[in-house]
Structure formats: C-alpha cells, structure tokens
C-alpha cells in the first residue's frame, strides 16, 4: 500500500514530524526524546558535532534503525515501525555518508537502479523486453536521461562509477536518489571530502533540485558556510539530544551551539 | 578576387537558402540531447533560422548591429549567428570560458547590442559586469535550466524568440517578404563577422572579416579537399576560434555538408566515436590526448593483444606513410600492413572515432614528428595547415601525397606569400582580413603598403620541397649573450614531444645559456607514477619528486643530442630546468585561451625562479597568485628545486664560412 502522494500537502506544512525519538544501542544512547519537523519544499540541516546523532537520525527517519520511543509522521500518516523499502516505496530516498554505488555498473545504470521501485513489469517482461516492457523501459530511460542533463553528467554516462573521482561518484548518488523522485531527500554529508570547485557545484545542484523539481532536502553537512548559505532552518544535535532549531542566523548567534561546537570546561 | 563568388550566393544567409532548395532533405546539423542524436535537415535549418530572425528582429536587432555570442557548439547559437546575418547584424562570438572580465572587455569593445548566451553561467557572467557594458540591452539564452526566476525584462529564451518570430511570420505575410527582401540585401563586401584574437600578445583584437572572402576562401578549401554535401564534420573547437568558425561554418555552408555538434563541452571523443566524421581538424595536443590514452590503455592490456599491437605498429611505421603517399612498397610489406589493418589499425581507429575520415588536419602548433607520422601510419590522411585569424585561417596546407612532418606545405590556391627581409612570412589570401574592428593603427602596422599581411612569423621556403617552413614568432627568435641564435618556440616543441611533458618554456635572449621550465603532464606522468609505485597526494608534489626530474632531465639531455646535431641551433642546449609547481593556466593569464604560452608575463610572474636558473642556486621559493574560475584569487607557494643537464659538447666550426 503505498503512503498517500505528497501533492496533498501545501508547501510550507509539516512533510514529515519526529517526535519524541529515543534511540540506543545496549547501553548508548544514541537520541534522547528528539523532536523536530520538516516543512514542505524546504531545505533543513541537521547539524551537530562528531557523534551528535545525526546519521542516527536519518537512519531512524528511513526505516533502517527503529526507536525504542517516540513516533515518525511522515505525509500525515504515523508509525513506529517502518521498513526501508516502505520508506522508499514511500517517497524517502537518500545518499550514503560512504558513497554506496554500485562499483561495475556505469553511471547510467546505477541511476536507472533507483527507477526499480518504479518499474511495474516483473523480471520475466522486462528480459523478454518487448511490449509494454519496452516502452516502459524507454520511459525510464528518458527520466534518467533528464536526470544526467540536469545534473550534467553526460561524459560519463557510460563509465563504470570505480573509475570515477569521488566528486563525480557523490553526484551519480545524487542522481539515483533523484530516480526515485522523492518526496523527501536524504543527505548524508553530500560533499565530504570534496575540493571547493566540487563543494560548489554541489551545492548549486542542491538548490536547483529543491528549486525545479520543488524536492523537499534534509541534510547532514560538516562544512559551515554551506549550511548557512543552503538550509531555510538548521537542528543542532549534541550527544543525542536537539539543543538548538532554529534559521542560520539564530543558530549562529546561540551560545549553545558554540559551546558544543567549540566545547566549554565542566 | 571576389568576382569568383556570384551575387545570389555571396553572403551565409544566401548559401542556406540555396542549400535548402539543392539539399533540402538532406541532413545539415545534429545535436545530442537528452542521450539522443536529433537532426534538422537544410530546409528545417533555414525554417529555424528564418523564425529566429523575424524574432530577433521584432526583439530591435537592427542592420549593422553587433550580437555577442557566447557558449558552447550548440545549434541554436550557430543559428544566432546565421539569423543575425540575415538581418545584416554583425555576429561576434566569443570564447565561453572567458572570465566576466575578458568577455566584458570584448562585449564592449565590440558595442554590442544583444547577446546569445548558452546558459545560466555565461548569464550570470554578463550580468555581473552589465555596468561596463551600457550598450547591452537584451539577452537571449539557450539552456533555461536555472533561470526560471531570474528577471525577464530583458532576458528571453532562444526558443520563445523562435516561436515568437514563427508565429508572426505565420500570421503577417509581410514580414515575411521584408525578411526575404532583407536576406537579398545582403551583399558581399558586408562585414560577416568579428573574431576576436586569443590575444597571445596583449588585449584581443577583433578581425572583421567580410562576407564574400569568407565564401571566395572556403570554395578554394572545399575544392582542394573535394567536400560535399555527404561529408560529416564534429563541431567541438571553440565557436569564437577562426577554425571552427571556418571549418564548421563556413565550409559547411559552401559545401552543404553536415555540422555535428557535441552534447556537451565533456563528451566530445565519445561523441566523435559515435558520429564517424569524415573531415576532421584537431589542434595536436588532442591527437596527443589521444595516443595517450592509447598507449595507457595498452599498458593494461594483455599480454597477447600488447605484443600483436607492438608488432603491427612496427610494420605500420615501416609501410603504412609509404602506401598512403602512393609510393612503391614490396608485397610482403603490403600483406602484412593489410593483415595489421584488419587486426590492429581499424579496430584501433575505430576507438577513436576516425574510421570514416577522409581529410583530417592539424594546426595552432607544431606537431612533433613520431605523432603525426604515428596517425598516418595508421592509414588517417591528416595533414597540416599553416594560417592565422587574419587570413581566415588558410595560408599554406599540405596537398594529398606531399606531406613532410616539418613543413606546413605550399601556398594554397589564390594565396601569394612573400617572405620579408627580416624572415617574416607576409601573404595576401581570398579570405584575407578587412581591418581590426575600430583600431586602424594596427591594421596599418599589419598590412604592408602593396596589401600583403604581416604574419608575425618567422620562416622559409624548404629548397629541396618548396614547402614553408616555420621556425617561430618573428619577433621571438632571439640571440644569446655570444650571439648564438636561439629560437625559443623550436626547443620548447621539441620538449613538448615527449608525453612526460604538457608544457615548456624557453629561456634565453640576451643571457649566457637557454634554460627552461617544465610542465609535466598529470595523465602520462600519473600513470608511470602508479606504474612505479610513486606515491604522491598533489599535483604539487609529483612534479617536484625526484624521480620525476631524473625522467625529465633525460628527456632533455636528448633534446640537446638532437639539437647538437644541427650546427645552427646546437648552441642552444639547454643547460638548467626546473619543474613549475602548477599547471599554467588561461585564467591566471600565463597561456591563451588557445593555450599558447606567453612567455614574457610567465617571466615576470615567476622572477625568482628565472633569477634561481640562472644564478646557479639549487632551489628558489616561490608564491603566485591564481584565479578561480568563478575569479575568486588564493595563492600557491612552493619550493622548486633547479637542476642541470649535460650537453654535447660543440665541435668548433670547420673553419670559417667563405
């Protein structure tokens, strides 16, 4: 069954709400009675020091860890439990702190990965490839194709992704969460490791995937200046718990986030 | 001269309307997009191009008006300028990786009214410097993506203008007769077009060059070359660069054959595999670009496939320039070239993309021997050609059968060159230049009072072939302290021929000995790195490693074996080099944009390190700045250590000349 569309709600209205989330493994506490909300159309950053809890937490909001407390309201519909394929299936896509492509397979096929959930034809259609197999199949092809435009990708189409440099890698990641075409998109530390140039471009491609396809963004970012110029609002986590949400310039200004930033004497 | 070109065919916009009656159905450009190839015929050419200038013209684009045009080879921007000459405005393209400063220079210079611009960024460039240009008044774009909000006053899509103009075509009979009218107005001495120097000396120049010369210039190329309408060309040089502007636009026209453009700027050896040209120019560091990757690629190959392509290399270097020059060649020698061709030769061009290329040429720089005598060897009939921007590009090319790596060929058909006193080439050509755009000084110091133009160059006709011969910039060619000739741009070629090196610069007028500075190339030197197990983290570190200048130094003491051997320039062996820490780069001004060295401002940027080769010291420090290419400045500093290399010693001249 599949979540109700996204269309349904307005820009600007809350996309998907955390509530009260604990999480822990044995005895660490990884969140504690976390609470926050994503709006519609936004771009929201989740920031926090080494450990805070922020991968924690996408994994939480994509189904691949379940929290002992609290619920997810995602498109107004509320669970505790959720598998990541129903997160997927349900309009959630994300991108991998690591890069997670599939080494041997070229760019385009890696994109055209993240049309699966898409396809409707079973296995044995789309082997014979003909029919409505095919022109199903040249559908998805055309998305993807929009896709390599869009992020301009087309030199390495059909190169294998080990070849690739890691800035090109981080973008054909982009690419097949973009596939999905998300509701609501996940991203890990989308530009670790990456030079300025590639940081820059990056982040061009971030605001024009919120700006023309009006997908809604959360991100996990280290660098500073890039969350301040990207994100509409920022959560701070610090050893599990939220100690600051507000915008940039708040954030900035709270002594809070200083103090677990910069670290005080106790 | 101009007599040759008829009335009804002497301007570009008349030749399209010719072509699509002659050619209508037949193929005129191909774009990729979205991962597919699209074709538009002659006819729906002249459709598109007609609808663009009615547009163009309902945006205020008026006879003798100049429009920018800025991006990359995409078939709406050769379009614009088609549909700017029709309306009897001037086309002026510019180079698309020009930084905001550079365009802004160009785009005022050259009072331009409207621009059309490949996307966002070439916008945002021209925008951010709207304050020197006041004459700017609309822009058109190609590629909305990113554009959606910005202010459309006087911003519009390419396509609306498009569909603007079609539809009121459609509707106002008029219209359409006062833009036929318009396009038989045209006549040949109309200026077509100004192009705009890469500037290796100084600001950028731009070179006006008429509507009927163009035309007279190209139907010599197309005849010498025999082009037609079946020929398919790759359009991926730079638009603003004479070259492509002659080969993909002008040569198109007269000969009506088909233009490919590349999908992007990034794709076009893939696209030029996919497409299978059959006249084809590229600048020699592509062809070396690409026996690199070759020769990289064989290194991981087996054992079996490398020895099979060791073994017919070596045969094609033995026959392989023999037959195609037409010479006599033992059976023997023939079979097994014809047994290479199957086996090794065509699976090989057909990699790259050169299995249908009946004409292929090269120029903008020497190419070292073993690489142009590599490509015809293989059976690829590439060529050299000398010529400038002045000259819409033609001075001098190689004919069929006649090819000699170190000369650039006899005068072409219709071109009268006459070398100069001071060795400098001086011609006067069909295709040859009005004046520099608003700057008659210089076109006064160019052109000689009987109407030759200067080249610039130094050079010679070769006794024994009658071919020219071309040894550097005239007013490069200098002389060590003891006065031995020292031709700068000869020994840097040399080095240049080695694949461990991108880049050389040669120092030596008015000092003791010559020395250099290297450039090592990423790709050739990486992978012998890998291969070596040498580890590095920057491009920084890898061209100071030792181990890098012991390969270097190797290279040049060959260098100075091979210079040794003719008396004339054995005096100039290099003695000193170093590696620079940095690739030179166009945006911090130390090449062109058509990657040629300047090598006075090079001097000047790295002074210590000039001082360090020759003052004897084994290193220098150094800090320069460089530019983003968004324009933002940092700085690099390093230490770069300076080497000697031993020369040949110099026998003493055989008793004096008579």
Redesign the interface.
């Known amino acids: 069954m599949r979540a109700p569309a996204a269309s349904d709600i307005a820009a600007g209205e809350v996309l998907l709400s955390v509530e009260d989330v604990t999480l822990s493994f044995g005895g660490v506490v990884a969140l504690r009675d976390v609470s926050f909300d994503i709006k519609k159309g936004e771009i929201r950053a989740i920031i926090g020091p080494n450990g805070a809890g922020k991968t924690s937490m996408l994994n939480v909001i994509n189904g691949f860890y379940q929290p002992q407390k609290g619920s997810i309201s995602f498109k107004g519909e509320t669970r505790t439990k959720m598998r990541p394929y129903d997160a997927a299936d349900g309009g959630i896509a994300r991108t991998f702190q690591n890069v997670a492509l599939f080494k041997g397979m070229s760019a385009l096929d890696n994109i055209l990965a993240g049309r699966t959930l898409k396809m409707k034809r079973g296995w044995f259609w789309q082997m014979l490839r003909i029919g409505p197999a095919l022109t199903e199949e040249i559908e998805h092809?055309?998305r993807v194709?929009?896709i390599?435009?869009?992020l301009?990708i087309?030199?390495i189409?059909?190169v294998p992704v080990a070849r690739l440099p890691y800035g090109l890698q981080k973008r054909v990641e982009l690419g097949r969460a973009l596939a999905m075409e998300p509701d609501l998109l996940l991203l890990d530390e989308p530009m670790a490791g990456m030079n300025?140039?590639e940081k820059?471009d990056m982040s061009?491609f971030i605001i024009?995937v919120n700006?023309?396809y009006g997908t809604t963004i959360a991100l996990i970012e280290h660098d500073m200046g890039v969350v301040m110029d990207l994100s509409d609002r920022v959560v701070v986590l610090d050893h599990g718990v939220k100690i600051a949400d507000a915008t940039p310039d708040e954030v900035k200004k709270d002594q809070a986030v200083i103090d677990a930033y910069l670290g005080v004497a106790h | 001269m101009a007599s040759r070109v008829s009335a009804d065919a002497d301007t570009f916009p008349k030749l399209l309307v010719r072509n699509a009656r002659a050619f209508g159905e037949r193929p005129a450009m191909r774009h990729k997009d979205l991962g597919i190839w699209q074709t538009w015929t002659w006819a729906q050419v002249l459709d598109e191009a007609r609808a663009y200038a009615a547009g163009l013209h309902r945006l205020g684009v008026r006879r003798s008006d100049t429009v920018a045009i800025v991006g990359g080879n995409r078939p709406r921007l050769y379009w614009s300028v088609t549909a700017a000459q029709m309306l009897g405005a001037v086309p002026v393209p510019v180079y698309a990786d020009a930084v905001a400063d550079e365009l802004a220079y160009v785009l005022a210079h050259a009072d331009v009214r409207f621009a059309a611009v490949e996307d966002q960024e070439q916008v945002d460039k021209i925008l951010s410097v709207s304050d020197r240009l006041p004459k700017l008044e609309k822009l058109v774009y190609d590629e909305p993506k990113g554009l959606r909000d910005y202010d459309h006053a006087n911003l519009r899509a390419i396509d609306d203008v498009i569909a603007d103009g079609r539809k009121a075509l459609a509707e106002d009979g008029k219209l359409a007769s006062w833009l036929d009218a318009e396009i038989a107005a045209g006549k040949g001495s109309d200026v077509s077009i100004i192009l705009y120097t890469s500037g290796t000396t100084g600001q950028s120049k731009g070179v006006v060059l008429s509507a009927e010369r163009c035309i007279a210039a190209a139907m010599d190329t197309v005849a010498f070359d025999r082009l037609n309408e079946r020929d398919e060309a790759l359009s991926y040089l730079p638009m603003a660069w004479v070259g492509d502007h002659y080969l993909n636009y002008a040569q198109q026209f007269v000969a009506a054959f088909c233009t490919a453009c590349t999908e992007t700027r990034d794709t076009a050896m893939a696209d030029l595999r996919e497409i299978g040209p059959t006249f084809f120019f590229a600048p020699p560091r592509i062809f070396e670009q690409m026996l690199t990757r070759v020769m990289i690629r064989m290194e991981d190959a087996g054992v079996l496939k490398r020895a099979m392509f060791r073994y017919f290399i070596g045969v094609a270097r033995r026959y392989g320039e023999a037959i195609l020059n037409g010479q006599p060649v033992p059976f023997a020698g023939r079979l097994l070239y014809a047994l290479g061709l199957l086996l090794v030769y065509g699976p090989l061009k057909n990699v790259l993309g050169l299995s249908k290329v009946r004409v292929a040429y090269t120029a903008g720089e020497a190419i070292g021997p073993d690489l142009f005598s590599f490509y015809r060897s293989l059976g690829l009939n590439l060529k050299q050609l000398y010529g400038q921007t002045e000259a819409f590009l033609y001075v001098t090319a190689q004919p069929d059968g006649q090819i000699y790596a170190d000369t650039v060929g006899p005068a072409m058909p219709n071109v009268d060159i006459r070398i100069a006193d001071n060795g400098e080439v001086l011609f006067k050509s069909p295709g040859m230049f009005v004046s520099y755009f608003k700057d008659d000084l210089k076109t006064g110091e160019t052109m000689t009072p009987d109407g030759y133009v200067k080249t610039g160059d130094a050079g010679f006709f070769d006794a024994k072939t009658g071919h020219l011969k071309i040894i550097d910039r005239a007013k490069d060619v200098g002389k060590l302290r003891d006065g031995t000739l020292f031709p700068p741009k000869y020994i840097e070629n040399k080095l240049k021929f080695y694949p461990n090196i991108r880049e050389a610069v040669a120092y030596g007028d008015g000092r003791d000995f010559v020395a250099v500075m290297i450039n090592i190339d990423l790709t050739a030197v990486g992978s012998w790195a890998e291969r070596n197990n040498v580890v590095y983290g920057s491009y920084q570190e890898l061209a100071g490693h030792p181990l890098v200048y012991d390969m270097i130094a190797k290279n040049i003491e060959e260098t100075n074996r091979s210079l040794a051997e003719d008396p004339v320039t054995a005096g100039a062996q290099v003695k000193r080099f170093l590696i620079l820490h940095k690739e030179l780069d166009a945006d911090d001004g130390e090449v062109t944009r058509t990657q040629k060295v300047r090598r006075g401002f090079v001097a000047e940027r790295y002074a210590p390190l000039i001082a360090a080769l020759y003052d004897g010291s084994a290193e220098a420090d150094i800090s320069t700045e460089v530019t983003f290419e968004d324009g933002r400045k940092g700085s690099i500093s390093a230490r770069v250590k300076v080497r000697d290399v031993a020369t040949v010693p110099v026998k003493p001249a055989m008793g004096k000349a008579a």
């Open positions: 092809r055309k194709e929009e390599i435009d869009f301009e087309q030199a189409r059909k300025l140039e820059e061009r024009d700006d023309h």
